[in-house]
């Protein structure tokens, strides 16, 4: 049989993804399905999502388990264009691909087969997958190379002809030698993908549908069936905590080696963990043991001393955070501006040239250019119930172990007397003292001494 298949280029076609989400994962000990399990600060199920999408598909369906509303949730989280279904019965991957069976009836030049809980598999593979729908082929199968083929489907070639996939407990010794193994994903021609789909039995050991089974039912229909080989990481899946790990070890790497590229300095890169979306600029210096959080933009030039944890921040050039600092959601520190040891943020923005260098916490606060906030110095900004916020003008100088009760402005160029308490607004350079005037009695400590020791009658 011939194609009369469009000539379209994998990037001028259309393309349904249709994404299994279904498994439970019991052996990840868990409430929660093994696809919402997270890795570089998303879940599994997002990262195959964005990727996919990242890559050209034009839909999505999500085929997942019954009552299973969380799944369902995270999937329209990131992308809110997804169609979920259902598939109510565990009775294989071609089952559960036909779960989709309306979005796959609506047509598209492109379907590919992909699996939440396969986060590794990278933009261009899903693009290689495709390529040979192209040229005409029916369906695509994922290959590698396995270490050790044990338990993955044997993929039966002539050439680059696949002939068939046969599954481990279906395969002769003959077929268990052969190390070129299904990587689980395919790509099939939209124009005959329901077709043969609906055409897959379950005359196997499991009783199962199938959806390798594809493969001879599209050679036995004339169409050509072909493999994409990756590399094995890339076929990597999920099961158990130890395989999440191990998936975490993995696109670390691969982030890692991406910052490096960019011109990111990482002076011990293995000990920086970065997240899914951690945007680094060039020149930035990362001190070993940092945390990125998701959310953070690390702009060109600046500093990230040792232990520090960044979340949800904005860090401009030639900005300095650290050691021990931890910027949490909403933080902003301007150009130049300086995060020391043990300082918090919170939704705080420090203005540029602005110093924070010792043991404090700003919560709930705009700190103007070129301020100083001292050492132990607060901003108390809950009362329990409520956050309120705290204005420190340009050039304002706290003075240590201070406490900035919020809500409360500190006008520009105020000083702030070390140890207050400041309940009440500071004009523009004031200066304010909240604190209890000092006694000092002489001979008092020598006296408490003697009848300390008296008493003891020593």
């Known amino acids: 049989m011939t194609s009369n298949h469009s000539p ?32 570089a600060n998303r879940s599994l199920l997002g990262h195959v999502l964005a990727t996919l999408t990242e890559a050209g598909a034009t839909q999505a369906a999500v085929v997942i388990g019954p009552d299973r509303e969380d799944v369902e949730k995270e999937a329209l989280k990131i992308l809110p264009g ?36 396969t986060p590794l598999v990278t933009i261009e593979t899903f693009a290689k997958l495709r390529a040979p729908l192209s040229d005409g082929a029916a369906v ?29 407990k279906d395969a002769s010794a003959a077929e268990r030698a052969i190390t070129l193994c299904n990587g689980g994903l395919m790509a099939i021609r939209g124009d005959v993908a329901l077709s043969l789909l609906e055409r897959i039995g379950n ?17 036995e229909a004339g169409h050509r069936a072909a493999i994409a080989i990756v590399p094995e990481e890339e076929v990597h899946g999920v099961n158990d905590r130890a395989q999440l790990a191990a998936a975490e070890r993995m696109i670390q790497v691969r982030l890692r080696e991406k910052a490096l590229a960019a011109g990111v300095t990482l002076v011990a890169p293995e000990t920086t963990f970065l997240s899914h979306d951690t945007r680094l600029g060039q020149d930035v210096l990362v001190e070993p043991h940092v945390v990125f959080g998701p959310g953070v933009t690390v702009e060109a030039g600046a500093v990230i001393h040792s232990f520090s944890y960044l979340e949800g921040a904005r860090i401009a050039a030639g900005a ?3 050691p021990y600092a931890r910027l949490r959601p909403g933080a902003s520190v301007g150009p130049k501006a300086k995060v020391g040891n043990f300082v918090e943020l919170k939704n705080t923005e420090l203005g540029a040239g602005a110093k924070v260098n010792h043991l404090t916490y700003l919560g709930d606060a705009s700190v103007g250019a070129g ?21 420190i003008g340009e050039g304002a100088f706290v003075g240590s172990n201070s406490s900035l ?54």
């Open 320 to 322: 300095v955070i650290g």
């Open 8 to 39: 379209k280029t994998s990037n001028t076609r259309s393309c349904l993804a249709v994404v299994l989400a279904a498994g439970e994962g019991t052996r990840m000990k868990s409430e929660k399905p093994k696809v919402l399990h997270h890795v």
């Open 82 to 117: 997804a169609r979920i279904f259902v598939q109510r019965e565990r009775l294989g991957t071609g089952h559960a691909v036909l779960s989709a069976r309306e979005a796959l009836a609506e047509g598209s030049d492109d379907v590919i087969v992909a699996y939440a809980d």
């Open 405 to 458: 009760v919020a809500p409360i402005s500190i006008g520009a160029g105020a000083y702030v007397g070390s140890g207050s308490v400041v309940t009440e607004n500071v004009p523009a350079d004031a200066l304010a003292l909240g604190r209890g005037r000092q006694v000092v009695k002489e001979g008092w400590a020598a006296n408490f001494r003697s009848k300390a020791r008296a008493a003891k009658g020593k």
């Open 371 to 391: 301020a100083n906030i001292g050492a132990g110095a607060i901003t108390c900004n809950y009362d329990g119930y409520n956050k309120y916020r705290t204005e």
């Open 203 to 219: 005359s196997n050991a499991k009783g199962e549908y199938y959806l390798t089974d594809i493969v001879e039912i599209a050679r």
């Open 140 to 168: 695509v199968a994922m290959a590698f190379e396995a270490r050790d083929p044990t338990g993955y489907g044997r993929l039966i070639t002539d050439g680059d002809q696949l002939l068939a996939i046969r599954e481990h």
